[in-house]
Every structure is written in C-alpha cells, then in structure tokens.
C-alpha cells in the first residue's frame, strides 16, 4: 500500500468539510494544520500505521485556540478511517509523548473498532468520525481534478470564456469533419 500523501490527506479533509458543513483553510506553512470560518483549529494526521507526529510549531499556535480537534485518517486498503476528538486532553499531557527529534511530539495510535486510543496517553480517545471508501480509482480522480484546476487558473480571461461558450454549446469532445 503506497504511504499516506497530501492527496491521501485531501480526502479526508473534503470529509471533515462535508460533515463539519464549514470549509477548511490551512493555517500557515504546515498541511497538517488548518482552521474554519469559526476559527476552529484542526491537526489533520494521516497514515498506513499506527505512528503519528505533531511539529512544535503547530503545538505552540494550537495552544492558543479555543476550539481544537485532533483527527487522523487511518489508511486501510479501500477506505480510509477517520478518527477525530478535542486535542485539548492530549495538549496536557504533552509530557507523555515521545520526542524524537526535539521538533516534534510524537504518539502511536490504537485501535478499537469504533474508536482509538493514543498509546502513550491512553486517556484520550478518538471516535470514529467516519470510514470513507477510498480505492486508486478515487485517488486518480482526485489527482485529475488538481491537474484541471491548475490547468484552468493557468488560463486567460479569453481562453477561459471561449471554454465557457464550446461548454454552453455542447462543442467539446466533438469531432469535426474537414
């Protein structure tokens, strides 16, 4: 199974939007750190296994949010599942997770079916917020999308005006006879 990648992270994201019903935004260079309209903050993890990391950065600006969620999206072989819960338990127990590199914390997580446990602070639970299906065919489509989205911000005004009209006229895709 190939390793949980920002476009792995992309769709668990789109899934907490959905639920959530509030768009996310990243919070400054980190893809795992994000914030709604609300200013809610969301730490949004993801892998294959069991071992997950929080850089000091993230920890250091989170503290100061009123609103903070921990999730973490669990790869599985056709789906991914979505573990969430409030970070604030975690965020007082820093001291109990590991620290590799002194520039992040790091924990392991352990599931229980329905919900998950981080090993190292077995008080904080995470329940289960969702298992999205989640097969390569998702995955290329995903990947097709971004590629059309930076082809089309990459366009003119009159490049994209005539792809309006060929759409509204039903001309693409079709084949002309010369």
């Not at 007082?92 to 602070?121: C, M, S």
């Not at 693409?172 to 010369?178: A, E, S, W």
Request: with cysteine.
């Amino acid at each position: 199974m190939e390793k949980f990648d920002n476009i792995d992270r992309k769709h668990v994201i789109n899934e907490v939007e959905r639920i959530f019903s509030l768009p996310l935004s990243r919070v400054g260079r980190r893809h795992i750190y994000f914030k709604n309209e609300k200013d809610a903050r969301f730490v949004i993890l993801g892998g294959n296994e069991n071992w997950h990391g929080i850089p000091d950065d993230v920890i250091t600006d989170i503290l100061k949010a009123t609103e903070k969620y921990l999730i973490i999206g669990l790869k599985k072989r056709n789906s991914i599942r979505v573990y969430y819960c409030d970070i604030t338990n975690l965020l007082t127990q820093l001291k109990l997770l590991n620290r590799p590199g002194n520039d992040k914390y790091t924990f392991n997580i352990d599931e229980h079916g329905t919900w998950a446990t981080i090993r190292q602070v077995q008080s904080v639970k995470l329940n289960l917020l969702a298992e999205i299906q989640y097969t390569s065919l998702d995955r290329e489509k995903i990947i097709q999308k971004e590629r059309i989205q930076r082809e089309l911000e990459q366009m003119t005004t009159e490049e994209l005006e005539e792809l309006i009209r060929k759409i509204h006229n039903g001309e693409l895709g079709k084949h002309r006879d010369t």
